[in-house]
T-cell receptor, first 113, second 111 residues
Framework: ETGVTQSPTHLIKTRGQQVTLRCSSQ?????VSWYQQALGQGPQFIFQ???????GRGNFPPRFSGLQFPNYSSELNVNALELDDSALYLC????????????FGSGTRLTVV | AQRVTQPEKLLSVFKGAPVELKCNYS??????LFWYVQYSRQRLQLLLR??SRESIKGFTADLNKGETSFHLKKPFAQEEDSAMYYC?????????????FGTGTQLKVEL
């Protein structure tokens, strides 16, 4: 399967809960990044994984964590959800040998109430 | 710290008119700049990067290090150019690469 797919497409959670978002990267792409896009803003870098290890992190607290698996899938976990976590979460993957050419997923819209 | 600024939230032009979407950046190193586009109900996709110096869909962008700008230009706007455009800069962080995006400019091409 080609392309980047994310699930679920929409999600509603209550403040304080935990959430797991999933991403299936494009075949052969060993680097995956996660971005948070709040309404009216550009995507903001959360973290990046390369060969199942985190190798870059943006200005997000530790309650944002992730995993990358050998089958090119990955997860974004957020604990103790806050209202401000409401946003579109984007997954992007690429071949680690390149410095460009990210393929983005359609995103998961998370609403925290 | 790196930053990308897109001063216009919305740019409205008539079909056939020239288009210029502004992008300014701040970065202490040697930047690599990109333009990403998001058409209605589609995912974010790469439009062009400054290193390739190519024209995609009639769009070009020149990196001006003196003015720290990377404006996106097209001489004649088409209706299908209506979309959200994001300027982005890449930087290396802890061995990885991250994209820093601007807030985006919504381009609306009117008939």
């Amino acid at each position: 399967e080609t392309g980047v797919t994310q699930s679920p497409t929409h999600l509603i959670k209550t403040r304080g809960q935990q959430v797991t978002l999933r991403c299936s990267s494009q075949s052969g792409h060993n680097t995956v990044s996660w971005y948070q896009q709040a309404l009216g803003q550009g995507p903001q870098f959360i973290f990046q994984y390369y060969r199942e290890e985190e190798n870059g992190r943006g200005n997000f607290p530790p309650r944002f964590s992730g995993l990358q698996f050998p089958n090119y899938s990955s997860e974004l976990n957020v604990n103790a959800l806050e209202l401000d976590d409401s946003a579109l979460y984007l997954c992007a993957s690429r071949n680690g040998q390149e410095t460009y050419g990210y393929t983005f997923g359609s995103g998961t819209r998370l609403t925290v109430v | 710290a790196q930053r990308v600024t897109q001063p216009e939230k919305l740019l409205s032009v008539f079909k056939g008119a020239p288009v210029e979407l502004k992008c300014n950046y701040s970065y202490s190193g040697s930047p690599e700049l990109f333009w990403y586009v998001q058409y209605s109900r589609q995912r974010l996709q790469l439009l062009l990067r400054h290193i390739s110096r190519e024209s995609i869909k009639g769009f070009t962008a020149d990196l001006n290090k003196g003015e720290t700008s990377f404006h996106l230009k097209k001489p004649f706007a088409q209706e299908e150019d209506s979309a959200m455009y994001y300027c982005a800069l890449t930087s290396v962080t802890g061995g990885g690469n991250k994209l820093t995006f601007g807030t985006g400019t919504q381009l609306k091409v009117e008939l």
